[in-house]
């Protein structure tokens, strides 16, 4: 199928995206990488009666780092975090989750904040949002804010954003050392979507863990944070956390609201994403006992 026609506009500048947002309304789209927009449009799940493209922006291009937070702007593609961008874990953890987002092509175009605006339940990133407390930066015609991810996503494909904004930047926040991180999923075929996914980062003082934050994809509408399973971690000493980790799984489940689907039973998904949980948590606490470990550089 061929989408229905539309309008199209290449904005120079934010204020010129979001003064055509402003104009046009919920008629207008954004198009950032494109990778679900194109689709949605030649099957014609959308019609937009005008495309912003904002590739062209300077300000969303690039990352940084700012007050305690790695900041991705609107443009960074799947593609750039293949490789960690900041020396802090947050930039291990996204290199670790980037090769699972879709093939090369997509990942060569689609870009992180997009996938926060296309808030596919099953989206690696919207997990690792929800997971690492990111923050969701917007410019609307009223100026700037910001939206926590916890508020962001309010069900499959929608997000606390309004058709008149434009998501700027994504805000991490930086984990320091002693963090380890760590990423499973389940997919059905290889570039697939996430049958299941669990990421999990873990703060390791003194041989204890400090704090635990696990979120599952395509657990629910939306990402889910599994906060019971990170309180039954917590204050458990690393060397000896088989059940404490074992338990968090089994708690993350009960948290989860999967839905059926024709490839899984309600109970079948609740039993991956157990299984996930417990393997991002051992990854995550493995990675933690390795910086403890590591030799001082220059040294052995
Ligand atoms: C075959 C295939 C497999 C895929 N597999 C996966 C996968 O395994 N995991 C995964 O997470 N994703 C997957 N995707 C989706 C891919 O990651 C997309 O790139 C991503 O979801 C959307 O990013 P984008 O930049 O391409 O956004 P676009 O397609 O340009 O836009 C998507 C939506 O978000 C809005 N939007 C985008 N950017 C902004 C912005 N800055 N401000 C406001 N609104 C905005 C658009 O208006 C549109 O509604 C797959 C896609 C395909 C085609």
């Not at 990488?33 to 590739?55: F, I």
């Not at 997509?106 to 339940?121: D, K, N, Q, V």
Request: a neutral charge; aromatic letters at 4%.
């Amino acid at each position: 199928m061929k989408p229905a026609p539309f309008a199209y506009q290449a904005a120079r500048s934010v204020d010129e995206a979001v003064a055509l947002l402003d104009e046009h309304g919920s008629a207008a789209k954004v198009l950032a990488g494109g990778q679900s927009l194109m689709l949605d449009l030649h099957y014609r799940r959308t019609r937009p009666a005008l495309l912003v493209d904002v590739n062209g922006v300077e300000e969303l291009v690039g990352h940084g780092v700012d007050d305690g937070h790695l900041v991705l702007g609107a443009l960074v593609r799947h593609a750039d975090l293949e490789r960690p961008v900041v020396d802090d874990p947050v930039g291990a953890l996204l290199a670790h989750v980037a090769p699972y987002v879709a093939h090369p092509p997509i990942r060569a175009r689609g870009t992180f904040a997009g996938s926060l605006a296309w808030a596919h339940p099953a989206a690696e990133w919207c997990a690792v949002a929800v997971a690492l407390d990111a923050e969701i930066g917007l410019h609307g015609p009223s100026g700037r804010r910001v939206v926590a991810a916890a508020e962001w996503f309010h069900g499959p494909h929608r997000t606390d954003r309004t058709a008149q904004e434009l998501v700027t930047e994504v805000r991490l926040p930086l984990l320091g050392a002693g963090t380890g991180i760590g990423f499973a999923e389940h997919r059905r075929t290889h570039g697939s979507f996430a049958f299941a996914a669990a990421v999990a980062a873990v703060g390791v003082a003194e041989g204890r863990v400090a704090w635990a934050r696990i979120a599952m994809a395509n657990a629910g509408p939306v990402p889910v944070r599994a906060t019971t399973a990170e309180r039954a971690l917590a204050g458990q000493s690393v060397a000896s956390c088989d059940g404490a980790v074992s338990e968090a799984g089994a708690a993350a489940a009960r948290e989860a609201d999967p839905r059926p689907e024709p490839h899984g039973s309600v109970e079948y998904r609740r039993h991956v994403l157990a299984v996930l949980v417990r393997r991002s948590l051992r990854q995550a606490l493995g990675s933690a006992a390795a910086q403890v470990t590591r030799p001082p550089a220059g040294r052995g």
